[in-house]
């Protein structure tokens, strides 16, 4: 029962991985027709998520990202993991999982 406990833990652990959002002020100058030059602002909305691959925080800009996927019931991965063999690995992992049985005596450690 006790595994069964601790890999239920390790799971909700991996999904919680969208962190929070910000927003940044970006300046700009753009030089109207009559060599005026007009400062202006800009807001940016961007996402700080943990990678799901090797637990390293990372931004995100909010506008390229789809926004169904702003949630944690995805895997978000950084630039520096490959999204792909994540996600294989991920079905192994799970597929390991539910061929244990409660009466299994595999340490914690070899899941
Ligand atoms: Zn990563």
New binding site residues.
Partial sequence: MIVFIVVFYNLNVNIVMFLKEFTKQTRHVRRSKLGKEHAYTRDKTYCVFK?D??N?EFIRERGKMNPARLSNNYFH??E??DAKRFAQKRGVERRKVWTLTASSNIPISKL
């Fill in positions: 990678c691959a090797c390293q991965v950084c520096n993991c």
